[in-house]
């Protein structure tokens, strides 16, 4: 088929090919969707679907922009119309066509036009048509895939109905994973176990194929169905007839397709099937259902949506709701309502960018049948954020003729402020960040006229491959950075904002610039980032200055929110994610069992070869500038680190392409030949462990050595890669002639083992060695081969993205050379790039959704909400499911009956010059109550009484004990307290803030 034959831009689409699949992006590229409405759910639908690659997408909208739109369309500016939004959503992606409709669409209009599209998306459409347009897909032949969502206000709900039988491919889009087998008894049932009490994940009723089996080798290629006995064990069926199991095996989950039912809305209002977000209110989808068909009915009856703040409208919308509730037997509270009622003209960004990710990952579930389809109703409020709000003056929300005002009615004015004066530190400016900034311009957080900021930082540049997802970027910013881009890329969404881009990283060696004191101007730290290690560290430092975080993160179709806050929840830092696994050694260097294995033995390669000896040789030459002395230090007997090897490196040091294949034909056999020779020299096939097994057996893998052959395109590719790779570190210039210089002389190289010098370093450096480097190095000043382009190498850093620089091609080679050598089943070139690469999957749609409900959480905190009403979400869009849950509550850590800490607390002690370590003791204890037992700074003990000396210490001061640097008026000390019972462990305090002066205290610098 033409699919299949349909090139993927990697360069732009590698992310979301890892969460997708190529059958599913050769699907989108030949599908087109037909879109209704721009307002924030109609945009935010088309910025995702545009950017995951559809073929075509078709905007339909009658209305006119007013300013009113400003403040919830993020492509809309002061001077336009609707014509701007969609020359903007088609700059997203060059292969996508972007076509726009204004014809009316109401009950009379012929839907024939319809057939075109694979999918219909409905926003600001009325119910009665959305029921008109959707029996009309549903009864076409295949159905057409109709997704209906809005968003009133406060309150939002998605609709899907995918015909009568939608074919899934893959329910969850998770990898299955290989594992390996113990033991499998002959028996009815046959029982297998896993090896290394691995759990197997499966579930009853799932299929399993099993390969490289020993003995029960009937079992190879078959396909059984599973009963779990237990997370390590299954039983599959009668075996007993088979050969006795050996050893060996591996089994893996097999995909099996489902076919999903679903119903016309017609049918669904009145017994809707409803997934639940939010375990603590159960009750509300339904009731969100019943509040929402009563808005339709308010719109039908009214031509209008109630108005902001208007009883006799929340009224009429009680009445409506009441009707209704009797027909779905449920019960709606008045509050509620009214809440809805007053914010159904109003918009809350965040919300719209919330629903937008999950409805536009629907629209690519219905054209590709990947992953599970949302069956068939999604409520999503934020009745949390107006909460405490509900008892304003009406006034506080009633419009202004402003871009704010669709904010303003759910909110409120001094809400509105609150948002504009506030200083917000982002650190991270990829795919998340982009997000976090189109909701805090529509938010209009940070405003210059109210002296509020936003700070962001990212050291990053603009790659190709970041336009997928990381949509304030287009291709004429690749290479600039990307938080000056997207600062500037945000003040045309929102021009009122105060907007601070740094290039900085956040770390401990930029700590003078995000200092204590860069903190204590700041409402709130976000992070947009996409690694643990910095999300630590920002972390430690938000807690230090009583800071609330946002933290969010995705991976694939998986996202998660954390809100962390000031003396009521828990920190980041409080709960330990398991750190990656690593890879042990010896498995890396000699047995390596799958391909995870070979792919990092290759990676390592390229790293030690490419990157550390260059830049070890490097520094050596940096520090020792002549050849000459360093000769003359040698003969003296002097030893110098790693001299051996950087003149072995000069001495051999290659001066042409040739000499460089050469070099890369010699790596091929000592990496893919003599290293399977040398293991099967030291472990024969038959060798046997002393409890009498096989010492190659699974997970072992014997080796087999690989003869060289210019024909074998993967060996060929290999000596190339290396080659040019060698060329690079070596600043030879490199040609396309590679392919000439092999048909010379050098491929009868001498690759005989006694021509060549044992590779291993000898641990105890012998006389002979140094003799040996004394006469290179003397052969090499002699010939005048010292110069100083020869004492420079370049080394090169591991660069994925690019498949011109030949890094990719050494290392998939490589990989692929290897795991033919141990007979493991080789990953293609896309696979072996993820996994060399650590590439994180990533795709628009999930991105835009944890940035919307971060975003949400944000206006709580800005309102000093209540631990009660912040709410950490997790999702996974592919299964689909969303769990939104209550944050974790501080723990406080008793010291006495009446004495206790949370993460959050510091005490503060004031001293003076004369200040002794004895004053400051006694100043805890006359301000806290409690006398500390240690005292420590940083990794230095000021005092602890069992050491030596120490109790001598009590009548320095504490500016001899620290000695700070100057200008330095405080520093951060570690204390901890005699236990209450003789023999216990000593308890833990909190930080406590010494100051070095009183006076200090007004000029803070950290």
């Given at each position: 088929?033409?699919a299949d034959s349909m090139d993927i831009d990697d360069s732009l689409y590698s992310r979301?090919?890892?969460?997708?699949?190529?059958?599913?992006?050769?699907?989108?590229?030949?599908?087109?969707?037909?879109?209704?409405?721009?307002?924030?759910?109609?945009?935010?639908?088309?910025?995702?679907?545009?950017?995951?690659?559809?073929?075509?997408?078709?905007?339909?909208?009658?209305?006119?922009?007013?300013?009113?739109?400003?403040?919830?369309?993020?492509?809309?500016?002061?001077?336009?119309?609707?014509?701007?939004?969609?020359?903007?959503?088609?700059?997203?992606?060059?292969?996508?066509?972007?076509?726009?409709?204004?014809?009316?669409?109401?009950?009379?209009?012929?839907?024939?036009?319809?057939?075109?599209?694979?999918?219909?998306?409905?926003?600001?459409?009325?119910?009665?048509?959305?029921?008109?347009?959707?029996?009309?897909?549903?009864?076409?032949?295949?159905?057409?895939?109709?997704?209906?969502?809005?968003?009133?206000?406060?309150?939002?709900?998605?609709?899907?109905?995918?015909?009568?039988?939608?074919?899934?491919?893959?329910?969850?889009?998770?990898?299955?994973?290989?594992?390996?087998?113990?033991?499998?008894?002959?028996?009815?049932?046959?029982?297998?176990?896993?090896?290394?009490?691995?759990?197997?994940?499966?579930?009853?009723?799932?299929?399993?194929?099993?390969?490289?089996?020993?003995?029960?080798?009937?079992?190879?290629?078959?396909?059984?169905?599973?009963?779990?006995?237990?997370?390590?064990?299954?039983?599959?069926?009668?075996?007993?007839?088979?050969?006795?199991?050996?050893?060996?095996?591996?089994?893996?989950?097999?995909?099996?397709?489902?076919?999903?039912?679903?119903?016309?809305?017609?049918?669904?209002?009145?017994?809707?099937?409803?997934?639940?977000?939010?375990?603590?209110?159960?009750?509300?989808?339904?009731?969100?259902?019943?509040?929402?068909?009563?808005?339709?009915?308010?719109?039908?009856?009214?031509?209008?949506?109630?108005?902001?703040?208007?009883?006799?409208?929340?009224?009429?919308?009680?009445?409506?709701?009441?009707?209704?509730?009797?027909?779905?037997?449920?019960?709606?509270?008045?509050?509620?309502?009214?809440?809805?009622?007053?914010?159904?003209?109003?918009?809350?960004?965040?919300?719209?960018?919330?629903?937008?990710?999950?409805?536009?990952?629907?629209?690519?579930?219905?054209?590709?049948?990947?992953?599970?389809?949302?069956?068939?109703?999604?409520?999503?409020?934020?009745?949390?954020?107006?909460?405490?709000?509900?008892?304003?003056?009406?006034?506080?929300?009633?419009?202004?003729?402003?871009?704010?005002?669709?904010?303003?009615?759910?909110?409120?004015?001094?809400?509105?402020?609150?948002?504009?004066?506030?200083?917000?530190?982002?650190?991270?400016?990829?795919?998340?960040?982009?997000?976090?900034?189109?909701?805090?311009?529509?938010?209009?957080?940070?405003?210059?006229?109210?002296?509020?900021?936003?700070?962001?930082?990212?050291?990053?540049?603009?790659?190709?491959?970041?336009?997928?997802?990381?949509?304030?970027?287009?291709?004429?910013?690749?290479?600039?950075?990307?938080?000056?881009?997207?600062?500037?890329?945000?003040?045309?969404?929102?021009?009122?904002?105060?907007?601070?881009?740094?290039?900085?990283?956040?770390?401990?060696?930029?700590?003078?610039?995000?200092?204590?004191?860069?903190?204590?101007?700041?409402?709130?730290?976000?992070?947009?980032?996409?690694?643990?290690?910095?999300?630590?560290?920002?972390?430690?430092?938000?807690?230090?200055?009583?800071?609330?975080?946002?933290?969010?993160?995705t991976m694939g179709t998986k996202g998660h929110t954390e809100i962390i806050v000031p003396?009521?929840?828990?920190?980041?830092?409080?709960?330990?994610?398991?750190?990656?696994?690593?890879?042990?050694?010896?498995?890396?260097?000699?047995?390596?069992?799958?391909?995870?294995?070979?792919?990092?033995?290759?990676?390592?390669?390229?790293?030690?070869?490419?990157?550390?000896?260059?830049?070890?040789?490097?520094?050596?030459?940096?520090?020792?500038?002549?050849?000459?002395?360093?000769?003359?230090?040698?003969?003296?007997?002097?030893?110098?680190?790693?001299?051996?090897?950087?003149?072995?490196?000069?001495?051999?040091?290659?001066?042409?392409?040739?000499?460089?294949?050469?070099?890369?034909?010699?790596?091929?056999?000592?990496?893919?030949?003599?290293?399977?020779?040398?293991?099967?020299?030291?472990?024969?096939?038959?060798?046997?462990?002393?409890?009498?097994?096989?010492?190659?057996?699974?997970?072992?893998?014997?080796?087999?050595p690989i003869e060289f052959d210019l024909n074998d395109p993967l060996h060929f590719s290999?000596?190339?890669?290396?080659?040019?790779?060698?060329?690079?570190?070596?600043?030879?210039?490199?040609?396309?002639?590679?392919?000439?210089?092999?048909?010379?002389?050098?491929?009868?190289?001498?690759?005989?083992?006694?021509?060549?010098?044992?590779?291993?370093?000898?641990?105890?450096?012998?006389?002979?060695?140094?003799?040996?480097?004394?006469?290179?190095?003397?052969?090499?000043?002699?010939?005048?081969?010292?110069?100083?382009?020869?004492?420079?190498?370049?080394?090169?850093?591991?660069?994925?993205?690019?498949?011109?620089?030949?890094?990719?091609?050494?290392?998939?080679?490589?990989?692929?050379?290897?795991?033919?050598?141990?007979?493991?089943?080789?990953?293609?070139?896309?696979?072996?790039?993820?996994?060399?690469?650590?590439?994180?999957?990533?795709?628009?749609?999930?991105?835009?959704?944890?940035?919307?409900?971060?975003?949400?959480?944000?206006?709580?905190?800005?309102?000093?909400?209540?631990?009660?009403?912040?709410?950490?979400?997790?999702?996974?869009?592919?299964?689909?499911?969303?769990?939104?849950?209550?944050?974790?509550?501080?723990?406080?850590?008793?010291?006495?009956?009446?004495?206790?800490?949370?993460?959050?607390?510091?005490?503060?002690?004031?001293?003076?010059?004369?200040?002794?370590?004895?004053?400051?003791?006694?100043?805890?204890?006359?301000?806290?109550?409690?006398?500390?037992?240690?005292?420590?700074?940083?990794?230095?003990?000021?005092?602890?009484?069992?050491?030596?000396?120490?109790?001598?210490?009590?009548?320095?001061?504490?500016?001899?004990?620290?000695?700070?640097?100057?200008?330095?008026?405080?520093?951060?000390?570690?204390?901890?307290?005699?236990?209450?019972?003789?023999?216990?462990?000593?308890?833990?305090?909190?930080?406590?803030?010494?100051?070095?002066?009183?006076?200090?205290?007004?000029?803070?610098?950290?």
């Amino acid at each position: 088929t033409m699919a299949d034959s349909m090139d993927i831009d990697d360069s732009l689409y590698s992310r979301q090919r890892y969460v997708l699949g190529d059958s599913a992006m050769q699907q989108m590229a030949q599908s087109a969707v037909f879109l209704s409405g721009m307002g924030a759910l109609g945009v935010e639908i088309a910025k995702n679907i545009v950017l995951a690659g559809v073929k075509a997408v078709t905007l339909h909208d009658c209305k006119r922009c007013e300013v009113w739109d400003l403040g919830t369309n993020f492509f809309i500016r002061e001077e336009d119309v609707v014509e701007a939004v969609h020359s903007r959503v088609a700059e997203l992606n060059p292969y996508v066509q972007v076509s726009v409709s204004t014809d009316v669409l109401d009950d009379s209009t012929d839907l024939s036009f319809l057939k075109r599209y694979q999918c219909v998306v409905l926003t600001e459409t009325k119910l009665s048509l959305q029921k008109r347009i959707n029996h009309f897909c549903h009864s076409q032949q295949p159905p057409i895939k109709f997704i209906g969502c809005d968003v009133f206000g406060i309150c939002s709900r998605v609709f899907c109905d995918f015909g009568e039988a939608f074919e899934v491919s893959d329910p969850t889009g998770e990898e299955p994973k290989e594992l390996f087998i113990q033991n499998i008894s002959q028996g009815n049932p046959g029982v297998v176990m896993c090896m290394d009490s691995r759990t197997h994940g499966l579930q009853t009723g799932q299929s399993v194929c099993f390969k490289e089996i020993n003995g029960m080798t009937e079992l190879n290629g078959t396909t059984h169905q599973v009963t779990v006995l237990s997370p390590y064990s299954f039983a599959i069926g009668d075996t007993s007839s088979f050969q006795a199991f050996a050893h060996g095996g591996i089994f893996r989950l097999v995909k099996t397709p489902k076919t999903f039912n679903f119903e016309m809305m017609e049918q669904q209002l009145c017994d809707p099937r409803l997934l639940t977000p939010d375990f603590s209110k159960p009750e509300v989808p339904l009731q969100l259902h019943t509040i929402m068909l009563a808005l339709d009915a308010f719109q039908e009856q009214h031509a209008r949506l109630p108005s902001i703040g208007c009883l006799q409208d929340a009224e009429l919308l009680l009445k409506f709701t009441e009707e209704i509730s009797r027909t779905l037997k449920n019960t709606v509270s008045f509050e509620l309502v009214r809440c809805v009622s007053r914010c159904a003209r109003g918009c809350l960004p965040p919300l719209a960018a919330a629903v937008g990710g999950i409805a536009s990952q629907e629209v690519l579930k219905a054209l590709t049948g990947k992953f599970s389809p949302l069956q068939q109703w999604f409520y999503l409020d934020a009745i949390e954020v107006v909460q405490p709000l509900q008892y304003l003056p009406a006034e506080e929300f009633a419009p202004r003729g402003d871009r704010y005002d669709a904010l303003r009615a759910c909110i409120g004015e001094s809400m509105c402020l609150k948002l504009h004066k506030f200083r917000v530190f982002m650190v991270g400016c990829g795919a998340i960040g982009c997000e976090m900034l189109k909701n805090l311009a529509l938010l209009g957080v940070g405003l210059s006229r109210h002296s509020g900021e936003i700070c962001i930082t990212d050291p990053d540049l603009i790659e190709k491959s970041n336009l997928n997802r990381q949509f304030l970027f287009r291709p004429q910013h690749i290479q600039r950075p990307k938080s000056t881009t997207a600062a500037a890329a945000t003040l045309e969404i929102n021009p009122e904002m105060q907007i601070d881009a740094h290039l900085n990283k956040v770390c401990p060696a930029t700590e003078d610039i995000y200092s204590d004191a860069f903190f204590s101007h700041l409402n709130l730290v976000v992070t947009a980032l996409d690694n643990v290690e910095a999300r630590r560290y920002v972390d430690s430092r938000s807690v230090s200055n009583q800071k609330a975080l946002l933290d969010s993160g995705t991976m694939g179709t998986k996202g998660h929110t954390e809100i962390i806050v000031p003396y009521l929840t828990e920190s980041y830092n409080s709960h330990r994610d398991p750190p990656e696994e690593e890879i042990p050694f010896c498995t890396l260097k000699s047995f390596p069992a799958v391909i995870e294995h070979t792919i990092q033995w290759a990676r390592d390669k390229f790293e030690s070869a490419f990157s550390h000896k260059p830049s070890m040789y490097n520094m050596f030459w940096q520090s020792h500038s002549s050849a000459q002395d360093v000769l003359q230090r040698m003969m003296a007997g002097e030893s110098m680190e790693g001299s051996f090897q950087v003149i072995k490196l000069l001495s051999r040091r290659p001066t042409h392409l040739d000499h460089c294949l050469a070099l890369a034909r010699l790596k091929f056999d000592k990496y893919f030949k003599r290293k399977a020779l040398q293991l099967l020299h030291s472990f024969p096939l038959d060798t046997r462990l002393k409890d009498g097994s096989l010492f190659w057996q699974s997970p072992k893998r014997p080796p087999s050595p690989i003869e060289f052959d210019l024909n074998d395109p993967l060996h060929f590719s290999f000596v190339v890669s290396a080659a040019r790779l060698f060329a690079d570190i070596y600043n030879i210039p490199y040609s396309e002639e590679v392919k000439r210089i092999f048909n010379t002389s050098i491929w009868h190289i001498e690759t005989d083992e006694t021509v060549k010098k044992p590779d291993q370093l000898k641990m105890t450096v012998s006389s002979e060695e140094e003799r040996e480097a004394i006469s290179q190095l003397q052969e090499a000043i002699s010939s005048n081969s010292v110069t100083p382009g020869r004492l420079r190498m370049t080394p090169l850093f591991f660069e994925k993205d690019d498949d011109t620089n030949g890094h990719m091609d050494f290392v998939a080679s490589a990989s692929a050379l290897r795991a033919q050598m141990y007979a493991i089943e080789a990953a293609d070139r896309l696979q072996t790039k993820r996994i060399a690469g650590k590439i994180i999957p990533a795709i628009a749609t999930s991105t835009a959704a944890v940035a919307g409900l971060v975003s949400m959480e944000l206006i709580k905190v800005a309102g000093g909400y209540g631990f009660e009403l912040f709410k950490n979400c997790f999702f996974n869009l592919a299964i689909p499911v969303m769990v939104l849950t209550e944050t974790a509550q501080v723990k406080r850590t008793q010291i006495r009956d009446d004495i206790s800490f949370s993460i959050w607390d510091r005490w503060t002690i004031f001293g003076h010059e004369d200040f002794t370590l004895s004053d400051f003791m006694s100043a805890v204890k006359e301000e806290y109550g409690i006398e500390p037992t240690m005292v420590v700074h940083g990794v230095k003990m000021l005092y602890v009484p069992v050491m030596p000396g120490h109790n001598k210490r009590l009548k320095l001061t504490m500016h001899k004990l620290i000695k700070p640097s100057a200008g330095r008026k405080y520093v951060d000390l570690t204390v901890s307290f005699a236990p209450e019972v003789d023999g216990d462990e000593d308890l833990p305090g909190p930080p406590v803030r010494y100051y070095f002066s009183r006076e200090s205290k007004s000029g803070e610098k950290a």
